[in-house]
């Protein structure tokens, strides 16, 4: 037996005046975020290659993993990365300042959050969104790496977007490191304990990750990754990219 639904439109559920308020508000919203999207596109597609760098807002100047997350910044410009952060403090302005005072461009994709008291001072270039999943599509597809220092839910948000994307092939292979074993160890055995042994994800899903703590190391392992298979993307990998 099939059921016949009668399925609502705008225009049936609110006086014409204000389904038409309602569906020019949403026309302006979409042309924001196309806006937000092209202007990414324009500033961001000659800068490869990049590392996109991740950690808590929360950290102050001063402590380990601000100084830790500097150096590695600062090595990644000078060896002719630009840097990817999200232009605010902490962590972010600790990639972003390690950048600026390199060789190579310090980027801040900024956008206003309540308790964040604006972008840092340390970008070459510096974009401003008011969607967070436009700001997330701009840290994946011009990435050439990813680093993620301890942090909260957003760095979370951020590590485990890029892993599902290289996971379903959605997004190319990348170096995908965090800094910090005491911090990610838990993570870690959580996954291959619980995701892995129930069948959520493969074994090999949880080697897409590495855990390294000396700066050094981490930007060895990113030349690493791409003298074993070069720095441009294949053909089938730039096409994947589109549907980010």
Do not use: C
């Amino acid at each position: 037996m099939t059921i016949r639904k009668k399925v609502p439109h705008l225009r049936s559920i609110a006086q014409p005046e204000r389904s038409n308020a309602v569906k020019a508000r949403g026309s302006w919203q979409v042309l924001g975020i196309i806006s937000e999207f092209v202007e990414a596109t324009e500033k961001l597609a000659d800068i490869r290659p990049a590392v996109s760098i991740f950690g808590s807002a929360r950290i102050k100047a001063g402590m380990p993993w601000y100084e830790r997350t500097l150096e590695v910044s600062r090595m990644l410009s000078d060896a002719g990365f630009a840097v990817i952060s999200g232009g605010g403090p902490g962590i972010m302005e600790a990639a972003n300042k390690g950048a600026f005072e390199g060789r190579s461009v310090s980027v801040g994709l900024n956008i206003t959050l309540p308790h964040e008291t604006g972008g840092n001072p340390y970008q070459d270039i510096s974009l401003n969104f008011r969607h967070f999943f436009a700001r997330k599509v701009a840290f994946a597809k011009y990435a050439s790496a990813f680093i993620a220092t301890p942090g909260g839910f957003g760095t979370l948000d951020e590590l485990m977007e890029v892993l599902t994307l290289i996971q379903t092939k959605m997004g190319r292979p990348i170096p995908v490191i965090l800094m910090g074993t005491s911090f990610w160890q838990g993570l870690i055995d959580w996954m291959r304990g619980t995701l892995v042994s129930e069948g959520m994800i493969s074994a090999a899903d949880v080697d897409l990750i590495r855990v390294i703590d000396d700066p050094k190391e981490v930007v060895d392992a990113i030349f690493d990754f791409y003298q074993a298979r070069g720095f441009y993307a294949t053909k089938q990998e730039r096409e994947a990219t589109l549907y980010l």
